[in-house]
């Protein structure tokens, strides 16, 4: 018999395969019902933070914008869960055709993600993709693999 800490992080790491599935249909009612309202971002595009959930899925749209058929890969994910917060993180990298028809495998970001059980529910309050960047250039590094 699993323990609630073994259940809550089954059930978080359903999450991250729920918002693979959703970015995979560029479904954003799927995604919506894995953020919380108040939702705090720090995404790989400008600005510094988004802000609630219109902000999180205005960026989601501009990707289904963009890709004509979009996938995203989950690597390495670890998740840590507590009585009513949670938190985890992995490699996340997001690929497919755009618009134009171009193939792009994309980039490997590292992503991290907070969460808070909410009537039961587990909801991403806080979440981070980020990419090193080279201090010399003050380039972000784009190439890495995990």
């Known amino acids: 018999m699993s323990t609630q800490r073994e259940q809550d992080e089954a059930r978080i790491r359903q999450r991250i395969d729920q918002i693979v599935e959703g970015i995979r249909a560029k479904d954003l009612d799927a995604l919506r019902r894995i953020y919380a309202t108040d939702v705090v971002s720090f995404d790989v595009e400008p600005p510094l933070q988004h802000v609630g959930i219109d902000a999180k899925l205005k960026n989601w749209a501009k990707v289904f914008t963009i890709f004509e058929e979009v996938s995203y890969e989950v690597r390495d994910l670890a998740v840590t869960a507590g009585g009513d917060v949670a938190f985890g993180h992995?490699?996340?990298?997001?690929?497919?055709?755009?618009?134009?028809?171009?193939?792009?495998?994309?980039?490997?970001?590292?992503?991290?993600?907070?969460?808070?059980?909410s009537d039961g529910e587990w909801l991403i309050v806080h979440d981070q993709a980020s990419v090193p960047f080279d201090i010399a250039s003050g380039k972000g590094v784009t190439d890495l693999e995990p």
């Open 90 to 117: 992995c490699f996340g990298r997001l690929s497919g055709t755009l618009s134009n028809g171009t193939a792009t495998s994309g980039m490997w970001v590292r992503g991290t993600f907070c969460f808070e059980k």
